[in-house]
């Protein structure tokens, strides 16, 4: 017989990106884990465009690139934007682009304690 299988959703998540020069990644991810965020998820990729030509503002830009993902609680996402932009130092021309988008839904394990302590956060926050 078949056991029935159930899963939580998320509603209230956002996906913080951030895509950084090749090298930069390690200290933006430490900087998200001490600001709360549970774990990142790092791909390499390579920007298109002309390399020969100059980027925004005149800065070079390197054509290899670190992407970073992390997905955090909405209420948690402008603390952890922020202190990913400043680790990696992204108000200086050239060094990357950050943003942040809305999930409308995700999902992966939850320890029941959790879910439990969800719902109390919940029901207190209805009260």
Do not use: H, W
Not at 20 to 45: L, M, N, P, S, W
Not at 94 to 104: A, N, Q, R, S, V
Not at 105 to 123: D, L, N, R, S
């Amino acid at each position: 017989m078949a056991q029935k299988r159930s899963f939580t959703v998320l509603t209230d998540a956002s996906l913080i990106t951030c895509i950084v020069e090749k090298g930069q990644a390690d200290r933006i991810v430490a900087a998200a884990r001490e600001a709360g965020a549970t774990g990142a998820t790092v791909f390499y990729a390579r920007g298109s465009g002309v390399r020969e030509r100059l980027g925004l503002l005149g800065v070079a830009v390197e054509v290899e690139k670190e992407i970073i993902n992390i997905v955090v609680s909405s209420e948690q996402a402008d603390y952890i934007f922020e202190k990913m932009y400043l680790a990696g130092q992204l108000d200086t021309p050239g060094k990357g682009f950050i943003y942040i988008t809305p999930l409308e839904k995700c999902a992966t394990f939850i320890p029941e304690g959790v879910i439990e302590k969800i719902k109390e956060q919940k029901a207190a926050g209805a009260q």
